[in-house]
């Protein structure tokens, strides 16, 4: 019967044990640190004003154009002049907690659901609005890619994450 034994020096996976521990707070300090660029990458995706409508608009239907005529009546705004606060109020960030966390991209404008929304109404995609739940797709990969990168650096003894 054959037998051997192997010494290891085992220091790399003692590194390797209490980097996976303490991970949770270095992915959070590191996340925290690409949040500017991140950012600022996904407001190019979905905080995009749009040109001027094209003529005659198309509505959902022709109730929706009288209440929403009617509306911009009482408030003095014929012709519709843009007041750029759809726009001003997207905000991307990360969220932690202590099971982990979440990127946030929101739009905290009222009027958000109508434009860039699940209820998109037709001229406003025909005017040229990003529809929210297609710009998913062009952002998740980039935190993803982000998020893969800064585990690699994270769980690295010798990336110099501290």
């Given amino acids: 019967m054959f037998k051997s034994a192997y010494e290891f020096d085992t220091e790399a996976l003692d590194l390797a044990d209490r980097r996976v521990i303490a991970s949770p707070k270095l992915m959070a300090r590191a996340m925290k640190r690409q ?45 519709y002049q843009r007041t ?17 966390g979440a990127f946030v991209v929101e739009n905290t404008s009222a009027k958000a659901q109508w434009v860039v929304g699940a209820d998109q109404q037709p001229y406003h995609a025909d ?19 982000a998020y893969e990168q800064t585990w690699i650096t994270v769980s690295d003894p010798f990336a110099g994450v501290r």
Wanted: proline share 9%; aromatic share 12%; hydrophobic share 40%.
């Fill in 127 to 145: 005017t040229g609005w990003v529809y929210g739940p297609r710009a998913v797709d062009e952002f998740v990969p980039i935190v993803l890619e």
């Fill in 84 to 100: 750029h606060e759809l726009v001003q109020a997207w905000d991307a960030k990360f969220e932690f907690s202590e099971d982990g």
């Fill in 35 to 79: 949040q500017p660029r991140l950012r600022r990458r996904v407001l190019k995706i979905v905080a995009v004003e749009p040109g001027r409508p094209s003529y005659p608009l198309r509505w959902a239907s022709a109730k929706q154009r009288r209440y929403v005529m009617a509306k911009l009546r009482r408030e003095g705004n014929l012709p």
